[in-house]
């Protein structure tokens, strides 16, 4: 049986779509915090059980019998190592072969802001025993889709990145190597950094939803104190201010340009390029 955590959100399910390309839904579990909300899955065969990382006493039945667990990193900042103790425990306790779970861009030994939460995880799992594998995602294309909408609006590109580059995949594209870690051999103890194939620049971005948006568009680089004002003048709330900035950071601080090509080495095939991306997400907006 292959658990995957999460399943309902948007890398979960994406996984469990490329996991019944591969096997019978019947060797499918999706653990979800509301199984009502999995009622597709349930309709596909998919056996959908309550996980909630918040209650642990949920966790023992959810990895009842699974040989396979793809732990699924939590949201939200500062309770995801408890959470994830919570269901390595229970992992730990139903005797799984194999617990692979969604990790950040070289995350014990990198400064990005999200990697702490995520380097203490793996120490833990590391700690438990289990066999597993860290699949250290790098950034989601999907990560700029309200900037895709703002940019074909107004063409205009704010940020204070500077000339750091982004290695983005799109989403599907970190699930299918999920999908392959949890249905072939070979993977146990490794740690794979995750990214795709071309790094880019916010210009390069720019450029990219002018030639799909069919008008000029341009990258206007500022420095943080700037790009925070201009951010409050567009109504931006004050949370999401904090965290547009410290992700700008990473990408000055070149944290997120690698291209490692372990992304592409997994899925047999390119990732997802940018450019493809933008006409995604332009052509489903209208």
């Known amino acids: ?50 996980a909630d990382y918040d209650q642990p006493e949920t966790l023992a039945q959810a990895l009842e019998s699974a040989d396979k667990v793809l732990l699924i990193s939590a949201s939200e900042p500062g309770k995801r190592v408890p959470q994830h103790q919570a269901v390595v425990d229970a992992a730990a306790k139903a005797n799984v072969r194999h617990l692979a779970y969604t990790s950040a861009p070289r995350a014990d030994t990198s400064k990005l802001f999200v990697a702490p939460d995520h380097k203490a995880t793996e120490e833990l ?15 989601y ?7 895709v909408a703002n940019v074909t609006a107004t063409g205009v590109l704010h940020g204070s990145a500077h000339r750091g580059k982004v290695a983005s995949a799109a989403r599907a594209d970190y ?6 870690v949890l249905t072939t051999e070979g993977h146990h103890g490794k740690t794979y ?16 939803i002018g030639r799909e948006a069919g008008r000029q568009t341009r990258y206007e680089d500022h420095s943080r104190e700037d790009h925070a004002k201009v951010l409050a003048d567009a109504g931006v709330p004050e949370a999401v201010v904090g965290y547009l900035l410290t992700a700008d950071q990473a990408v000055a601080d070149h944290l997120l340009g690698d291209t490692s090509g372990d992304l592409r080495a997994l899925i047999g095939r390119p990732t997802t390029p ?13």
């Not at 699930?175 to 392959?180: L, P």
Request: proline content about 3%; cysteine-free; hydrophobic content about 50%.
């Open 1 to 50: 049986m292959i658990v995957v955590t999460g399943a309902t959100g948007g890398l979960g399910r994406l996984v469990v779509q490329d996991l019944l390309a591969k096997v019978p839904a019947s060797q499918i579990r999706g653990a979800v915090r509301t199984p009502e909300n999995a009622k597709d899955l349930a309709d596909l065969g998919v056996d959908v059980r309550k």
């Open 125 to 139: 799992i590391r700690a438990s025993g289990l066999p597993f594998t860290f699949l250290r995602n790098g950034w």
């Open 141 to 147: 294309h999907e990560n700029y889709a309200q900037v």
């Open 193 to 208: 950094e995750l990214s795709g194939d071309a790094a880019w620049t916010y210009e390069d971005l720019a450029e990219a």
């Open 274 to 286: 940018l450019a493809a991306y933008v006409k995604e997400v332009l052509a489903t907006r209208g």
């Open 175 to 180: 699930a299918a190597a999920a999908a392959e």
